[in-house]
């Protein structure tokens, strides 16, 4: 098991660029979730994704942010244009949803993300 | 809609020392409660759920957890510290049926003193 895999694993960028964050989930599991981390903050899930359809968007900040998951091994988190309030570490956490409600996320180990 | 709130953001133990980690929730139904750690530069990872069919909780790396319903409680203890305990835990319910969102508490930093 390789777990979930996020590249990379840190992203300095300038103001006004664009940025790309990948995630690879865990072989099977069918819920992805990417999540936003800062000490001002804390945790905030961004996007949840099931069988790679969008389902809850709500926690996007902006029109700067989009994701997409294109198949079931693949999902990607894009910033543009980036600000320097989009620092943070980003994670990407994978689950099998069986819909009981106690399914236990597999977190990345992040994307810290540092824009100048 | 479901909550947790963890009291204190940071908490120093000396090793070998009783360590007790805060977590009150907020939930209409029954709620599933979880316990996360995340060590410096990696995502969390699980330390232990309740989903109901026991009440006390045993996690790895000798952490337990007690769910109370009156208290609506789920305080994390670990009866020795150990240096490697050091990192941030976090509190997260969900509930069954729908969408499954975890909502997660704003964490405690655990600092072990030798």
């Known amino acids: 098991d390789a777990g979930v895999i996020q590249s990379p694993r840190h992203e300095v960028t300038e103001m006004g660029q664009e940025v790309t964050l990948r995630c690879k989930p865990i072989?099977?599991?069918?819920?992805l979730f990417w999540y936003r981390q800062t000490m001002m903050r804390g945790l905030e899930l961004l996007i949840y994704f099931n069988n790679n359809v969008p389902i809850d968007d709500s926690g996007m900040p902006e029109d700067r942010f989009s994701a997409k998951m294109p198949n079931a091994s693949f999902s990607t988190l894009k910033i543009q244009p980036s600000e320097p309030r989009d620092s943070a570490v980003y994670f990407c956490?994978?689950?099998?949803?069986?819909?009981?409600?106690?399914?236990?996320?597999?977190f990345g180990n992040g994307t810290r993300l540092t824009v100048t | 809609a479901q909550s947790v709130t963890q009291l204190g953001s940071h908490v120093s133990v000396s090793e070998g020392a009783l360590v007790l980690l805060r977590c009150n929730y907020s939930s209409s139904v029954p709620p599933y409660l979880f316990w996360y750690v995340q060590y410096p530069n990696q995502g969390l990872q699980l330390l232990l759920k309740y989903t109901s069919a026991a009440t006390l909780v045993k996690g790895i790396n000798g952490f337990e957890a007690e769910f109370k319903k009156s208290e609506t409680s789920f305080h994390l203890t670990k009866p020795s510290a150990h240096m490697s305990d050091a990192a941030e835990y976090f509190c997260?319910?969900?509930?069954?049926?729908?969408?499954?969102?975890?909502?997660f508490g704003t964490g405690t930093k655990l600092q072990v003193i030798p």
């Open positions: 072989s099977g599991h069918n819920s």
């Open positions: 997260a319910v969900s509930v069954s049926g729908g969408y499954q969102k975890v909502t």
């Open positions: 956490a994978s689950s099998l949803a069986l819909g009981q409600g106690h399914t236990v996320l597999h």
